[in-house]
């Protein structure tokens, strides 16, 4: 293993407020910093910030390192407290202990985390940038909107009351909805009790999809029809190769021989399980990837939609107003609220 940095990385605690609580709720303020909890300079450009309300908290991140660094909660400080990552700009690998494999976390992806024995790493490769926002919540916040009528929301909430680990087996990329709502959460156009009831809303909205994401399709995995079973097992490894390899040119007589099985076989299951073929997902996923360069108001639509291989930006413009209800200029400078 390449020589690396172990930093410290708790969970955010949940603040309830007392008479001697002077810490003011639904604004972002600089994260207080232990001895020895923050990065050396040299090693690091990084800030933090906070915000506590009384049933969660959040935290945004900026930073990049010039070494190697894995994030870990030496001090165990929140491990009872689920929580949810949203990365708008990442190269991550966790780790679980006792495992050499790895959960592979890119920009604009996000996880969900519950690990009352504290025993994940985050490892992060020097020089990459990293920008994220963690939100932790109390248990009983959680339940009080899971869903009752959902078999995933009902085995979440249950392995939670048993201090089971619950963890994302793999990065889902963070949907338009959110992003917006990650958007009021860094940056709200209200102030005081509507402020606090904006970020509250926001953050069920991204919790609640988060989840749903995560773990709706991987309940459904535990089918007791083993043909039905296998076939989801094709599409959600289908799936985590296109992920990772949406920008290329694919094809179908080439997926199915990467995956061993018969094109018209691979486009049906596809079809049934999704509910879209194989490159209307590849569309969605380039226009996740569009949705995160278009946030740099540096970046020209005609470099975004060249990207993507459109020659014309208008058709570009077509394709993305199809998914999302706006053209890119729209989406760029449409308010959040």
């Not at 910030?49 to 049933?55: E, F, Q, S, T, V």
């Not at 963690?134 to 085995?155: K, M, R």
């Not at 740099?296 to 107003?321: C, I, M, W």
Request: hydrophobic residues 35%; charged residues 25%.
């Amino acid at each position: 293993m390449s020589d690396y940095i172990t930093l410290d990385s708790p969970n955010v605690p949940i603040l309830r407020h007392g008479e001697s609580n002077r810490i003011p709720y639904g604004v972002f303020i600089k994260s207080p910093a232990e001895p020895n909890t923050l990065p050396d300079s040299e090693l690091a450009s990084f800030k933090s910030r906070d915000m506590y309300l009384p049933n969660f908290s959040i935290r945004e991140v900026e930073g990049i390192f010039s070494r190697d660094v894995v994030l870990k909660n030496l001090r165990s400080e929140g491990a009872d407290l689920p929580g949810s990552c949203l990365l708008m700009k990442a190269d991550v690998k966790t780790y679980l202990k006792g495992s050499s494999q790895f959960i592979a976390t890119k920009q604009s992806s996000q996880n969900f985390k519950f690990d009352p024995n504290n025993e994940y790493r985050h490892h992060i490769a020097a020089n990459s940038e990293l920008h994220y926002v963690h939100v932790s919540y109390a248990p009983e916040y959680l339940d009080s909107f899971l869903p009752q009528n959902e078999p995933w929301a009902d085995w979440v909430r249950e392995k939670i009351a048993k201090k089971e680990r619950v963890f994302g087996k793999e990065y889902q990329p963070l949907s338009l909805a959110q992003l917006r709502a990650i958007q009021t959460l860094t940056d709200c156009p209200l102030v005081g009790s509507l402020g606090v009831m904006m970020v509250e809303t926001s953050v069920t909205q991204i919790i609640l999809l988060q989840l749903h994401a995560l773990f709706g399709e991987e309940y459904k995995m535990t089918d007791k029809n083993p043909t039905h079973r296998r076939d989801q097992e094709l599409v959600h490894a289908l799936k985590q190769y296109l992920r990772d390899n949406y920008l290329e040119d694919h094809s179908i007589a080439g997926l199915a021989r990467q995956f061993a099985t018969n094109g018209n076989k691979l486009m049906s299951v596809f079809r049934a399980v999704e509910g879209k073929s194989i490159f209307e997902y590849i569309s969605d996923l380039r226009m996740q990837h569009a949705v995160h360069l278009l946030q740099d108001e540096d970046v020209k639509v005609l470099q975004v939609a060249r990207t993507f291989g459109y020659k014309n930006p208008n058709h570009f413009s077509t394709a993305f107003k199809r998914i999302y209800g706006v053209v890119p200029t729209e989406f760029r400078y449409k308010p959040t609220y």
